[in-house]
């Protein structure tokens, strides 16, 4: 039997500085992915950003917290992302970065785990020649 080939949506909590953090896609499905390379491909800018994040927890003036969730629209969210300061950009897509080659080194790591149980003989024994 083979592994499992869709993507499970999982949430995962991405530390940032200053106690804020980062909710984020665990892994692009294949159309999170195609939409993402469509994005880039199209120099839409914030592509890796959009595609990943989920929520946040940052702040602006006043602890006034900075609203961020898919509900709203792309280009509502890329407006958003356009108001950050860059170094907290920096920080966004340096997070998402390490991010991505985690679960990318995961996933050969377990390419390279053998299996728990051995794999079934192709042949029966309860069958006579």
């Known amino acids: 039997m083979g592994r499992c080939r869709i993507v499970t949506p999982e949430t ?12 984020v896609q665990r892994e692009l499905n294949a159309g999170d992915y195609v939409d993402l390379l469509t994005a880039l491909t199209e120099r839409k800018p914030f592509a890796k950003v959009i595609a990943y994040v989920l929520g946040w927890s ?8 900075i609203p961020y969730d ?22 966004i897509v340096a997070a998402l970065d390490r991010h991505e080659a985690a679960v990318d080194a995961d996933r ?22």
């Open 108 to 129: 050969e790591a377990k390419k390279k785990t053998p299996p728990t149980e051995p794999a079934s003989s192709t042949t029966s024994g309860s069958v006579a020649p």
């Open 12 to 23: 995962v909590r991405l530390p940032l500085s200053d106690g804020d953090f980062l909710d």
């Open 70 to 91: 898919t509900d709203m629209s792309e280009d509502d969210r890329r407006a958003t992302i356009r108001n950050l300061d860059k170094a907290t950009l920096r920080e």
């Open 58 to 65: 940052l702040c602006a003036l006043a602890d006034t917290p």
